[in-house]
């Protein structure tokens, strides 16, 4: 897991001349930023600690030769001054190339971190290279990892049908998944369970995509269409997906029979079509679609 690397960088005092963080999903830049940000001394962070966007139209837009400036200054405390450039994404190319000419000769006295959204193509990569580069993303089989080491840095455990449970009822969203985890550090237990966490989780709702799943493996329709209603005043459509997604990978993970295959490869197909289209078109319409073509696959295997 990239993620560990990072973790690893913190550990041991963000060694690096400067850092590229890259990650598709904008929670990760802001959990690394936390991190580093909380190594600052929190008297000195409104002097040694500042963040620049890149971003069109943001309020702290400014030209790259101001910010290098920044870089170079000497800061007012002890230590080194963390500068944040977030949405590196968007560096022109004549400025990626002064940054490059920048860490050619980095100044002793600060700590450059760039955040990337999306993968860093091979230009940025060979401008700065002198920069730790650092992938965050977190696979969808590396995050209950991640939740159990979120949940030790706040001094609980969660068991393994807890974490299970989480992300099979949240879905992969990291940060709902970090919201819930805060509010299990108000149970006052030093282990978590799945009982400790159901009722948190699910608030007052009857049902939830492990119900869901079960309907459509038996089949049932009615069943199926009633859990969904419920849950559609509740969940955001994607949300939904990445749910069903994770159930779904966990229903078909160590059987390999070429049946138990070709039927993951329709049914990962089915959801990868329903994802594209809530993308492009928005609305509860294709999650509605995604049940009934998976009703027909369940009714095909019997």
Do not use: C
């Amino acid at each position: 897991m990239s993620y560990r690397n990072f973790l690893e960088e913190i550990k041991k005092g963000t060694p690096a001349a400067g850092y590229l963080l890259s990650a598709s999903d904008p929670f990760l830049h802001s959990e690394a930023v936390s991190l580093i940000r909380e190594r600052v001394p929190e008297g000195e962070r409104e002097f040694n600690f500042q963040s620049f966007d890149l971003a069109a139209g943001k309020a702290s837009e400014v030209p790259l030769d101001q910010i290098l400036d920044v870089l170079n200054t000497v800061p007012f405390f002890p230590g080194r001054k963390v500068v944040v450039i977030e949405n590196a994404q968007k560096l022109l190319k004549k400025d990626l190339k002064k940054l490059g000419q920048y860490f050619l000769r980095p100044s002793e006295s600060s700590l450059p971190v760039l955040l990337h959204l999306g993968t860093v193509k091979k230009e940025m990569k060979e401008a700065l290279t002198g920069v730790k580069q650092i992938p965050l993303d977190i696979s969808e089989k590396e995050i209950p990892a991640w939740l159990n080491a979120r949940a030790r840095s706040r001094g609980i455990e969660l068991s393994a049908d807890a974490a299970d449970y989480l992300v099979g009822t949240i879905g992969p969203d990291l940060g709902l998944l970090s919201s819930e985890l805060d509010k299990f550090t108000l149970l006052g237990k030093a282990k978590v369970e799945r009982d400790d966490i159901a009722e948190i989780v699910e608030g007052r709702r009857t049902y939830n995509a492990f119900a869901l799943v079960d309907a459509i493996r038996a089949q049932d329709t009615e069943k199926t269409l009633r859990i969904y209603r419920v849950l559609r005043e509740t969940e955001e459509p994607y949300s939904l997906l990445g749910a069903l997604n994770w159930q779904y990978a966990r229903h078909f993970e160590g059987k390999d029979s070429p049946a138990e295959r070709r039927r993951l490869w329709r049914v990962f197909g089915l959801l990868n079509g329903a994802d594209a289209d809530i993308k492009s078109s928005g609305g509860s319409y294709p999650v509605e679609l995604l049940l009934v073509k998976l009703l027909r696959l369940s009714k095909e295997r019997a």
